[in-house]
T-cell receptor, first 115, second 115 residues
């Protein structure tokens, strides 16, 4: 099964600054999808951004962007102009494009935003 | 309803008792996932249902855990003879099937406490 690794259990950023959260994954597949989810204290998981592996262009959603390095199997999340509301657990996830396309998640990174 | 609904929100049970956790996915979503999230930890995959296909049960931690999905809609996760290590938040998610880049929508989870 594919594995997703988030090597930063905790990260901290000053309000209005930029922070990058790391994610690597292990797969032998060439076609797949990657996601970043946010989980605030309410426990509600919210999709932040997604990336199709066949696309070379990095996905961007407002202040959130990714650095997708397919050869390195790396998928980092950059949050620009950090806001207090960005404080949450962030999970990286992998889903196969074919066959059994369940979603596998990393262990998460807890992001703290300092005012 | 508009989102994924899970019940109960919280459940306290005595060690050795059986519990049933319910998930009502978004209407029309044929893919359904169960995850376990221990305190401060990542999402541990438990089981995945995809339409009428045989479910992927590879994540179930022991034979005390089982799940079913009736009529392709509501799913029930059953834990028999609960143990203290079963204490966790159990999250359910659903998504459109066969579209790998589609978002998985999560419920707010059931917090299970085994005393």
């Amino acid at each position: 099964a594919q594995t997703v690794t988030q090597s930063q259990p905790e990260m901290s950023v000053q309000e209005a600054e930029t922070v990058t959260l790391s994610c690597t994954y292990d797969t032998s597949e060439s076609d797949y999808y990657l996601f970043w989810y946010k989980q605030p204290p309410s426990r509600q998981m919210i999709l932040v951004i997604r990336q199709e592996a066949y696309k070379q262009q990095n996905a961007t959603e407002n202040r959130f962007s990714v650095n997708f390095q397919k050869a390195a199997k790396s998928f980092s999340l950059k949050i620009s102009d950090s806001q207090l509301g960005d404080a949450a657990m962030y999970f990286c996830a992998y889903r196969s494009a074919w066959g059994n396309n369940d979603m596998r998640f990393g262990a998460g990174t807890r992001l703290t935003v300092k005012p | 309803g508009a989102g994924v609904s899970q019940s109960p929100s919280n459940k306290v049970t005595e060690k050795g008792k059986d519990v049933e956790l319910r998930c009502d996915p978004i209407s029309g979503h044929t893919a359904l996932y169960w995850y376990r999230q221990s305190l401060g930890q990542g999402l541990e995959f438990l089981i995945y249902f995809q339409g009428n296909s045989a479910p992927d049960k590879s994540g179930l931690p022991s034979d005390r855990f089982s799940a079913e999905r009736t009529g392709g809609s509501v799913s029930t996760l059953t834990i028999q003879r609960t143990q203290q290590e079963d204490s966790a938040v159990y999250l359910c998610a659903s998504s459109l099937a066969n579209l790998g880049n589609t978002e998985a929508f999560f419920g707010q989870g059931t917090r299970l406490t085994v005393v």
